[in-house]
């Protein structure tokens, strides 16, 4: 055993430490299990429409926050858009917040036909998720994930999770979740839980499945995408941005080649978002943590290709970056 290990099991799983409406949280038959984390118990701007925009489609969002306390106006925004809102100490990070969750609401009710986990490691939706939503067919997969990963082992990125009525009724479901400890290390979490939710779900024979495929994108890094960034002027210079594009997909490739995994939500930015995917994850503009080459026009890309205006994502840039430019 692990000594994250150990001291997670020392650890009650259960910090719910308020609950509201106080007159309870009555769910519907597809809930979202929205898990939060700011050190001031703030909210930020794009959170909202992203909860509007999931409880329109008919789903009952609990917003589950880590905070320990929520900033007053936010919480009251908040319990106008969703059916509760469940107030927890930062212990166990998201999946400790979630199995929190589940357990606090009795999850899966009788009712229940869906149950979606999210959080907000994203920026966005750039986009509205209406068409997004729909696409989640469990007649197809008892599992869905919007982005898949082969990174450590195969599995479904934990940023946005939807289980379906089979997976929700396997007894793998219930299993995996009362497994959860809340570990005090974030790297044995993701080890142990963002992948093993995933193989836990295969192993019971569920089928996973991601909304853009991880091969799916990779067909889109082709070799005729290097020729338009290497028109370079007899004597002159490449243009820096071309440069850093010319530099990002020889390295996919390369990676490709070399069957090395890739992290979709980084390295595949670009392709994701052309290809209708809602979100820029906050990582990859706070930390770059794959040292991604052509980050630098994502503003462009949104404003210029999507239509979409970038100044709120700049706005939590201002609060958030520490020696970079966005």
């Known amino acids: 055993m692990t000594v994250a290990a150990g001291l997670g099991r020392l650890r009650n799983p259960h910090q719910v430490i308020a609950r509201k409406p106080d007159g309870g949280i009555v769910l519907g038959p597809r809930v979202v299990l929205f898990l939060h984390w700011d050190r001031g118990g703030r909210v930020r701007e794009a959170l909202f429409d992203y909860i509007a925009q999931l409880a329109a489609s008919g789903r009952s969002v609990v917003f589950v926050t880590n905070a320990g306390a929520l900033d007053p106006g936010a919480e009251a925004r908040l319990l106008a858009l969703c059916a509760g809102i469940l107030v927890r100490r930062n212990i166990g990070y998201d999946f400790g917040g979630w199995r929190d969750a589940i357990e606090t609401l009795d999850l899966p009710q009788s009712g229940t036909e869906e149950i979606i986990i999210a959080n907000d490691s994203i920026f966005g939706p750039v986009r509205p998720i209406d068409s997004m939503l729909l696409r989640l067919d469990y007649d197809e997969a008892d599992v869905w994930g919007l982005t898949e990963s082969w990174q450590r082992r195969y599995h479904l990125q934990s940023y946005f999770v939807a289980f379906g009525p089979r997976a929700i009724r396997s007894p793998a479901f219930r299993r995996f979740w009362s497994g959860v400890i809340p570990a005090p290390s974030k790297p044995y979490v993701i080890g142990k839980y963002e992948v093993g939710l995933t193989q836990a779900m295969i192993r019971a024979g569920l089928r996973v499945a991601a909304l853009w495929p991880y091969e799916a994108l990779t067909r889109q890094i082709t070799r005729d995408q290097l020729a338009p960034y290497l028109d370079i002027e ?52 706070r930390d770059n943590p794959t040292k991604v080459e052509d980050i630098g026009d994502w503003a462009d890309l949104l404003r210029d290709e999507l239509g979409a205006d970038p100044a709120p994502i700049l706005a939590d840039l201002r609060m958030m970056l520490r020696g970079d430019a966005p």
């Not at 010319?246 to 978002?273: E, K």
């Open 234 to 285: 007899p004597g002159g210079r490449a243009d820096p941005h071309d440069l850093t594009r010319w530099l990002h997909i020889l390295r996919l490739r390369d990676a490709i080649a070399r069957r090395r995994p890739l992290n979709p939500t980084s390295d595949l930015w670009r392709h994701l978002l052309l290809s209708g995917y809602p979100f820029i994850k906050r990582e990859l503009l």
